[in-house]
């Protein structure tokens, strides 16, 4: 089984910052693309920002130069630092990994999602 545990939502005013993180453990052989995507109340689930196992990075046009993505291939996690927020980012946080269990065969798992708020 492969889990992917989510931290670091919360409430925040609007022009603050948060710093979201999601482990990842289990049967892992290797992770490939890991990213962050949010769904607000009455729309469709969005992506935020992925980064690949490389390196290479992808942001959404609503987050670009405010939310930065990063990863710990060492501790299987993946990271979003948000600035800057505004009261339209707040949703709930959803991670996803694409992940190897074996050197076939690959999969995307999600986590359980973490509520963030922007709010004065």
């Known amino acids: 089984q492969v889990q992917l545990v989510e931290s670091g939502g919360g409430l925040v005013q609007p022009g603050g910052s948060l710093r979201l993180s999601c482990a990842a453990s289990g049967i892992i052989f290797s992770i490939n693309t890991m990213g962050w995507y949010r769904q607000a109340p009455g729309k469709e689930r969005e992506l935020v920002a992925t980064?690949?196992?490389?390196?290479?990075?992808n942001y959404a046009d609503s987050v670009k130069g405010r939310f930065t993505i990063s990863r710990d291939n060492a501790k299987n996690t993946v990271y979003l630092q948000m600035n800057s927020l505004k009261p339209e980012d707040t949703a709930v946080y959803y991670c996803n990994a694409n992940i190897n269990r074996d050197s076939v065969d690959s999969y995307d798992f999600w986590g359980q999602g973490t509520l963030v708020t922007v709010s004065s």
């Open positions: 980064i690949t196992s490389g390196g290479r990075i």
